[in-house]
């Protein structure tokens, strides 16, 4: 992976913190990184240039009159009031290349001067277990703080912990060993036998929560449950969860509107054309 | 009628495999490579302008462009080459590389005549910009997507639409005419993928000028005419060219052939 910075352009020291999307259902980490860049007024700062992320182009999808501006498959965006990089993935990950994926990136963060990591994923509704709906849309977290997957910053907002989390699973075990570079993962684990326990550490999340760790980064991940559908809402919902870990005020947004969020402009396309209308 | 179960998931959705990171990798092929008609050729190029044409009525155009001299080829292995002619023919699964003559300046013209998949995109890209290819300019032609066009793509229509690198639209912005005129930006929201998107990508970080036109639809006389007409009065102003053969009623015979092919009448 290599880093190419826009012209005129340098990292800033001072964003200690990256905030980047896992691949999930919905695309909810993708829209939520989408809604603070365009939110913050995030400038961006540089392309990562990644063979195993598959490319893609397109016109400016946060000008409200989109001049051409080039998008590419993975931007740096800076935000300097609020100490952030965050980092936009607008394309899929060629099969079966997720963990070098994630090598790549935690080397990129490791070498750039980022102490903190927070990926933004959700979980699909269908694998649901025990929750808790009493109190709506649920965060839940995992963090590098403690072995068990708790830290007490997240505890405090009321968010749980990923359910099941073992770090002593096989699957976890087996992630750790793969972010571990000169490591020998376990020759014995088969792919082929993914039960209910693997799942959670078989998604993009947890590849990415894996390798981060192995390069001594502090990580959070915040997850919220999901279905396939109009998933702009958990967007919403992770964007907050992550302002608020953040802890930023709503005067690091710049948008008019409840929560001061500014809607990207290719959001009005997110789900394509309206209907014909000649078809009524 | 799409099949909702078997067929290919619309662009935000994800397969299983997809998001599994244990899913194997696929088999390692043989990396992309260039074969050089000259051994003065293997020396690389730093043409002018560097022409990639992907769509069928740009290549069409491109591929009888008489005055135009053979000087590579992009091999990928995993492309048979039996059924080929030995004269270049658009029938062929192949990618040429030829140098216009008589220009002022090297002009080069690549004809993508088999299908890149995205995993192998970055590597032919890798190849055809940047190594022993260096050009100042590049222009790539493909074609509209529909899956990934987020507005509606009129069946009775022709349109295009383009899209920059920094350095194209601060030439532009600099009061230098863009090398393509006329043309919308491409919407937001929609997006470009495959060989074409790498190669966009890899102008825009080696700082190359660079456009990107996709056209729609891909066949028929009207797109034939637009296309041919932004080469003739935008990139190829001032350059002396020739054709050969009646291409414009073999392109439409083409068409024709295509159309009854596609027709829901034979589902």
């Given amino acids: 992976m290599e880093f190419y910075l826009e012209e005129g352009k340098q990292l800033n020291p001072n964003c200690s913190t990256l905030v980047l999307p896992a691949l999930s259902i919905g695309n909810v980490g993708q829209l939520a990184v989408d809604l603070l860049i365009s939110s913050l007024k995030a400038e961006k700062i540089g392309y990562l240039d990644e063979p195993n992320v598959l490319p893609c182009v397109g016109n400016d999808a946060y000008s409200p009159s989109p001049v051409g501006k080039l998008a590419l498959p993975l931007e740096a965006y800076d935000s300097s009031s609020s100490a952030m990089t965050l980092v936009q993935q607008r394309s899929p990950v060629v099969k079966g290349m997720t963990i070098e994926y994630a090598k790549n990136i935690a080397s990129f ?124 809402p958990e967007a919403f919902h992770l964007a907050e969860a992550t302002s608020k870990l953040m802890g930023l005020s709503q005067n690091e947004f710049h948008g008019n509107g409840a929560g001061n969020w500014i809607i990207p402009f290719s959001w009005q396309s997110v789900y394509g054309p309206p209907p014909e209308m000649t078809l009524f | 009628m799409d099949d909702v179960i078997t067929d290919i998931p619309p662009p935000s959705r994800f397969l299983l495999e997809d998001l599994n990171n244990f899913t194997p990798p696929p088999p390692p092929l043989p990396s992309p490579f260039l074969v050089f008609s000259s051994a003065d050729s293997k020396k690389g190029f730093q043409p002018s302008l560097l022409i990639i044409a992907m769509s069928s009525p740009s290549l069409h155009f491109l591929h ?143 700082k190359i000028k660079g456009t990107l036109c996709v056209s729609w639809p891909d066949l028929g006389f009207p797109v034939m005419s637009l296309i041919k007409s932004l080469l003739v009065r935008d990139v190829f102003a001032g350059i002396n060219y020739t054709t050969d053969g009646d291409y414009e009623d073999e392109y439409l015979r083409l068409s024709r052939r295509k159309d009854r092919i596609d027709s829901d009448l034979y589902t």
């Fill in chain 1, 109 to 232: 963060a490791a070498a750039n001067g980022k102490n903190h990591v927070i990926i933004l994923s959700s979980l699909d509704f269908g694998r649901w277990k025990n929750i808790d709906m009493s109190s709506g849309l649920q965060i839940y977290y995992l963090s590098s703080s403690n072995v068990d997957g708790t830290d007490t910053n997240c505890e405090t907002r009321g968010w749980n912990r990923l359910q099941d989390y073992n770090p002593a699973q096989r699957t976890w075990k087996y992630l750790d060993a793969l972010a571990e570079q000169g490591s020998v993962p376990d020759e014995d684990f088969s792919f082929e036998e993914l039960e209910d326990e693997d799942y959670y550490p078989s998604l993009p999340f947890a590849a990415l929560f894996s390798c981060f760790k192995a390069k001594g980064l502090k990580v959070t991940c915040l997850l919220c449950y999901c279905s396939e559908g109009d998933n702009i």
């Fill in chain 2, 64 to 206: 009888h462009l008489s005055s135009k001299t053979l000087v590579a080829s992009l091999v990928l292995p995993e492309i048979p080459f039996a059924g080929n002619s030995v004269e270049p023919s658009l029938k062929d699964k192949s990618c040429n590389i030829y140098a216009l003559n008589d220009a002022e300046k090297l002009i080069m013209i690549v004809l993508v005549q088999f299908s890149v998949t995205p995993e192998r995109a970055h590597a032919v890209a890798k190849l055809l910009i940047g190594e022993k290819i260096i050009p100042e300019r590049v222009l790539i032609l493909d074609s509209v997507q529909s899956r990934n066009f987020r507005g509606k793509l009129p069946p009775d229509e022709t349109i295009a639409f383009k899209l920059e690198t920094s350095l194209e639209r601060k030439n532009s912005d600099a009061g230098d005419s863009s090398l393509v005129k006329g043309l919308d930006y491409y919407p937001s929201g929609s997006i470009v993928d495959g060989l074409a998107a790498a190669l966009l990508s890899r102008c825009q970080l080696k």
